[in-house]
């Protein structure tokens, strides 16, 4: 015999007059290899036609259903209530505005970011469409396909402490994405440029380094390496000013 499941969801609707967040307490009995989106699937299906909650691949690449299970920022999708216990407490991810129940707006935070940073590479080399291809050494090369696997899913930003105390901060999604730049031999930004985007308290400095971020990325990004790369890079910089 399956267990029955209870699932006690966070519920608000910003755009309904009157509406407060509360919780509802959803039941459903569990089959083989259920996940926590699934499971979401049968409750909008079965009980609550209205319930909100994000999804596009169903796989673990869109990023879209992130939501804290149980306490902990993770992906729905990915999540086998096999390995949760009987009552499974599903909140929106924090930090990130909400839409209603479940569902945030990650787009506008990584969005900006990128803009900010100025996410792309700096040359002045024109482009000849004509060229071969740059050659990039395998090591160089991986590390940078390592910080690409981002799939922009906010978990590190909502269990990350100083990005709740201090919005500005870059998390360990924006320092993954300045270590992609820095790793990256064709971009042309010097030492100041750098050095001014990094060396703030919104950047590296602000950064406590307990690395929640690490333990809940769901993709396994390496990021106290990149952590570590950007200190060194930092801290080179520093003496030679
Ligand atoms: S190490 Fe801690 S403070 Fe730094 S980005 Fe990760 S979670 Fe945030
Ligand atoms: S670094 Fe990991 S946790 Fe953070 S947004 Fe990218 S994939 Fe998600
Ligand atoms: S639906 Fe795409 S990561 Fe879960």
């Known amino acids: 015999m399956g267990r029955t499941l209870t699932f006690k969801i966070f519920r608000y609707n910003p755009t309904k007059d009157n509406d407060q967040p509360h919780i509802e307490a959803y039941r ?5 290899r259920l996940n926590v989106f699934s499971a979401l699937n049968m409750i909008r299906e079965q009980q609550a036609p209205d319930l909100m909650y994000d999804f596009v691949c169903r796989a673990g690449i869109c990023g879209s259903c992130a939501m804290m299970i149980n306490g902990r920022p993770t992906l729905a999708c990915r999540t086998l209530t096999s390995d949760l216990p009987d009552t499974i407490e599903l909140f929106p991810l924090p930090f990130f505005k909400l839409l209603g129940d ?3 707006d990650t787009g506008v935070w990584f969005r900006e970011m990128g803009e900010r940073l100025e996410s792309w590479i700096h040359t002045q080399k024109q482009f000849d469409p004509e060229a071969q291809e740059e050659r990039m050494d395998n090591a160089t090369a991986n590390k940078i396909y390592e910080s ?14 100083t990005a709740q105390v201090y919005p500005d901060f870059l998390g360990a999604a924006g320092l993954n994405r300045i270590g992609r730049f820095l790793f990256d031999p064709r971009d042309e930004r010097g030492d100041q440029e750098w050095f001014e985007l990094v060396s703030t308290d919104e950047g590296v400095f602000g950064c406590l380094g307990m690395m929640a971020c690490d333990d809940v990325c769901p993709k396994d990004l390496p990021l106290l390496e990149v952590f570590a790369y950007i200190r060194r890079k930092v801290s080179g910089m520093a003496l030679a000013k």
């Open 28 to 32: 459903l009995e569990e089959i083989p």
């Open 102 to 104: 479940l569902s945030v």
């Open 148 to 161: 690409e696997r981002c799939i922009e899913c906010g978990c590190c930003i909502a269990g990350c402490a």
